[in-house]
């Protein structure tokens, strides 16, 4: 990037209220960081609130796995926690056929969700209200039978927070019948620990307090990066109080290319480490898609947080600080008089550009109540003026309809 484009857009950021820290460190070349090897792993296990399991740092998501051996060589490498799901494509059949190679059972903390084997779509493939105890029964013994293993450590209720009404969310969040069946399979032995999970974008912060609060829940799994959530800590220091385990995701902020030449991996430790310097938080999953990630991000597994990390993660918000819709924001979603959910587009384009989940995307848009087409004609653009950030929220909406609106291939 050069350095008037640099200075550019520091000078909008800071107009949009968004502290810039110098990054004159961050010239081409002068950036070091810890060499990244092959050999890199796990150094740092953390305990996951009162259930006794002690988590890798940096842990793994499942959301994409295509293969057994990736999971083998994650565990080879120290990861120790395995986040799956029923929606997420073959990821159980793979884990199952992992195990089946695998000493001691026991060390290896397998986490997925209630919800339907079928492709993502928000609002459907989550077990809803309405599911009865024997749905909910149902998912983990299917999840078990995909995996081969006669139980889980952690069952979540996944993604509160995708609907815009809190009431609703908040029923499903303590679902009568969800609570009765994670107890009849807790007594079974085939569940451990009772989890709750928000990237929003809807009232995710009163939601996962409500589940704080309500004493039915081990665990939580929540979106945290440097790019917002100033409240956020202090509901970690409340869950922590209450001995309830803080997991991160979505802690790379959308993922998006640096636009800079740091060192291989050297944007993804910085944000790993960062939100793992907040004591509360018991690890962070991230997605693992190749043998490479590893080798990427390990090298952040037990590092501190240093002057040099922030430098790049200023750097990283300079670039995207205003294209970034903040993932479990929703502070524009009221302005819209059309009722469009901003968030859950634009976290649907997020997956379809950084995270090549093209078809997933697309299916889930599809089935959206509400799509952005009416976003070509409007022209109160309240929506950009209640976005605190900055960002061009009508045009992104726009984009986002034309790319995620194109014909689905079978």
Known sequence: ???????????????????????????????????????????????????????????????????????????????????????????????????????????????????????????????????????????????????????????????????????????????PEMLAATESLKKAGKVRFLAVSSHGPNNMEPLMLEAVRSGHFDILMMAFNFMKFPKIPDLFKEAKARDIGVIAMKVLAGAKEQGIKFDPGQFEQAAFKWALQHAQVSGLVTTIQSAQDLDLFLPASGQAFNSTDQRVLDHYAVLHGRNYCRTGCGDCLEACPDGVDVATILRYQMYFENYGDEKQAMRAYSALEKSAASCGSCVDEACNQACPYGLAVGQKLQAAHRMLSLDLVA
């Not at 959301?63 to 051996?69: E, Y």
């Not at 120290?78 to 986040?83: A, C, H, L, S």
């Not at 999840?143 to 995708?162: C, N, P």
């Open 1 to 175: 990037m050069k350095r008037r484009t640099f200075v550019k857009s520091a000078m909008a950021l800071a107009a949009a209220g968004i502290p810039v820290v110098p990054t004159s460190a961050l010239a081409e070349g002068e950036v070091t960081n810890e060499k990244t090897t092959e050999k890199s792993r796990v150094r740092s296990f953390r305990p996951l609130g009162k259930s006794g399991i002690q988590m890798s740092d940096i842990s793994f998501g499942a959301g994409r796995l295509n293969s057994k051996s990736l999971v083998l060589r994650a565990i080879d490498r120290g990861m120790n926690y395995f986040d799956t799901a029923p929606d997420y494509g073959g990821s159980e059949d793979f884990i199952g056929e992992a195990l089946k190679q695998v000493k001691g059972r026991d060390k290896i903390h397998i986490a997925s969700k209630y919800c339907q084997p079928i492709p993502f779509q928000a609002g459907k493939s989550h077990l809803q209200v309405g599911a009865k105890q024997a749905d909910y029964v149902a998912a983990v013994e299917n999840s078990l039978k995909r995996m081969g293993t006669d139980y889980l450590d952690v069952v979540f209720v996944h993604a509160i927070g995708e609907k815009t009404d809190l009431a609703e969310e908040k029923a499903r969040l303590l679902d």
